[in-house]
T-cell receptor, first 118, second 111 residues
Framework: GAVVSQHPSWVICKSGTSVKIECRSLDFQATTMFWYRQFPKQSLMLMAT?????????EQGVEKDKFLINHASLTLSTLTVTSAHPEDSSFYIC??????????????FGPGTRLLVL | QKEVEQDPGPLSVPEGAIVSLNCTYSNSAFQYFMWYRQYSRKGPELLMY????GNKEDGRFTAQVDKSSKYISLFIRDSQPSDSATYLCALGLGGSEKLVFGKGTKLTVNP
């Protein structure tokens, strides 16, 4: 299957600092990538849809000024958590639908980034 | 009513058992149905996806969709301890639209 990577896999930071998380599609191009957040024992909650070359689309209740998304190329999207607070501690996961013949409706997930804000 | 309902379990079965995992949904516009497996502290891994009502089999896994009842299932035959994970159903409208996930069912297969 298609491969999506994320970096870093985990990060610990102090309250008030900003953290950048990268999501890369390794063997395919992705005009769209999705960013999810998952709290312990909860399902994945979509935060935003990242669109290459244009502004991201945020889900209701997600602060776009706090969670900055940049999709500068067809293989890279970044999520920056600005002025992080302890309540932002979570598991952040990206996904991308590959543009493969007969496979355009599935999404492949990255391994996730665990963020702990102290 | 939530768009997708999934019993979070936990579900514990002995090795070799047949496991049945289910989701119900309310929006009849969903066209794509997926099952993901997520091990602890890992990203979800795509297991199965289907586009239409009926069954799709892949090894020990069978995905079943009943659009008339808005009900999807994942069956695991001859379950193994390595199947222990959280299983998430995901539904999509198509066209690279966002997916709606169930809460996930935590499965433990005991040796």
């Amino acid at each position: 299957g298609a491969v999506v990577s994320q970096h870093p896999s985990w990060v610990i930071c102090k309250s008030g600092t900003s953290v950048k998380i990268e999501c890369r599609s390794l063997d395919f191009q992705a005009t769209t990538m999705f960013w999810y957040r998952q709290f312990p024992k909860q399902s994945l909650m979509l935060m935003a849809t990242s669109n290459e070359g244009s502004k991201a689309t945020y889900e209701q209740g997600v602060e776009k000024d706090k969670f900055l998304i940049n999709h500068a190329s067809l293989t890279l999207s970044t999520l920056t958590v600005t002025s992080a607070h302890p309540e932002d501690s979570s598991f952040y996961i990206c996904s991308a639908p590959p543009r493969l013949a007969g496979d355009t409706e599935t999404q492949y997930f990255g391994p996730g980034t665990r963020l702990l804000v102290l | 009513q939530k768009e997708v309902e999934q019993d979070p379990g936990p579900l514990s079965v002995p090795e070799g058992a047949i496991v049945s995992l289910n989701c119900t949904y309310s929006n009849s516009a969903f066209q794509y149905f997926m099952w993901y497996r997520q091990y602890s502290r890992k990203g979800p891994e795509l297991l199965m996806y289907t586009y239409s009502s009926g069954n799709k089999e892949d090894g020990r896994f069978t995905a079943q969709v009943d659009k008339s009842s808005k009900y999807i299932s994942l069956f695991i035959r001859d379950s193994q301890p390595s199947d222990s994970a959280t299983y998430l159903c995901a539904l999509g409208l198509g066209g690279s639209e966002k997916l709606v996930f169930g809460k996930g069912t935590k499965l433990t297969v005991n040796p």
